[in-house]
């Protein structure tokens, strides 16, 4: 079965750091990109990062740019998200993506998502 | 404020058709494919449509998709309950070098 699955998520202060994991089994991991998607409670998706299948190209979103860092690891199969600098707007549910293999941006296997509070 | 505009709210009785815009620039929508996304609540999104019109394996063919120069719409026939969810568009943004998502619509049959 294709499926992702994120961890690392929990309850942070306001400055803090995070790492966040997703482990992805059933297919190919290397040959996909993969992307980090969030969700504040109440709110709509807001796209975090993405990553080149090789681990290359980075890409982030204005908000998060040079706080966060996204990375994986081919031959464990897994992505991570550092998260530095943690703010009380971070707070939410981050999903973990695979990238579509055609030729748009899109992901065609989310997670189930793991939460992310930055409270003091 | 999201960088691709959704309506906030549509409805429309079970059986009928509804349809859901998407609107957004010649550095988004323009020049990129656009994809659709349902989200059932409490539940993460999933993919409906990808590349403007296309549906992965397990999609019925009651979703459809349509792109015209800066705008997609999401068309949705024979509504079911079941079909109650939020739906996001989306795309890349060659400007922000960012993928870029709707505000969302909600969707009530009812």
């Known amino acids: 079965e294709v499926q992702v699955v994120e961890s690392g998520g929990g309850l942070v202060k306001p400055g803090g750091s995070l790492r966040l994991s997703c482990a992805a089994s059933?297919?190919?991991?290397?040959?996909?990109?993969m992307v980090w998607v969030r969700q504040a409670p109440g709110k709509g998706l807001d796209y975090v990062s993405s990553i080149s299948s090789g681990g290359s190209y980075t890409f982030y979103a204005d908000s998060v740019r040079g706080r966060f860092s996204i990375s994986r690891d081919n031959a464990k199969n897994s992505l991570y998200l550092q998260m530095n600098g943690l703010r009380a707007e971070d707070t939410a549910v981050y999903y973990c993506?695979?990238?579509?293999?055609?030729?748009?941006?899109?992901?065609?296997?989310w997670g189930e998502g793991t939460t992310v509070t930055v409270s003091s | 404020q999201s960088v691709l505009t959704q309506p906030p709210s549509v409805s429309a009785a079970p059986g009928q058709k509804v349809t859901i815009s998407c609107s957004g620039s010649?550095?988004?929508?323009?020049?990129?494919?656009v994809c659709w996304y349902q989200q059932l609540p409490g539940t993460a999104p999933k993919l409906l449509i990808y590349?403007?019109?296309k549906r992965p394996s397990g999609i019925p063919d009651r979703f459809s998709g349509s792109k015209s120069g800066t705008s997609a719409t999401l068309g949705i026939t024979g509504l079911q309950t079941g079909d109650e969810a939020d739906y996001y568009c989306g795309t890349w943004d060659s400007s922000l070098s960012a993928w870029v998502f709707g505000g969302g619509t909600k969707l009530t049959v009812l």
């Open positions: 010649s550095s988004n929508i323009g020049n990129n494919y």
């Open positions: 590349e403007n019109n």
């Open positions: 993506g695979r990238g579509g293999s055609g030729s748009g941006s899109y992901v065609d296997v």
């Open positions: 059933g297919f190919t991991f290397s040959s996909y990109s």
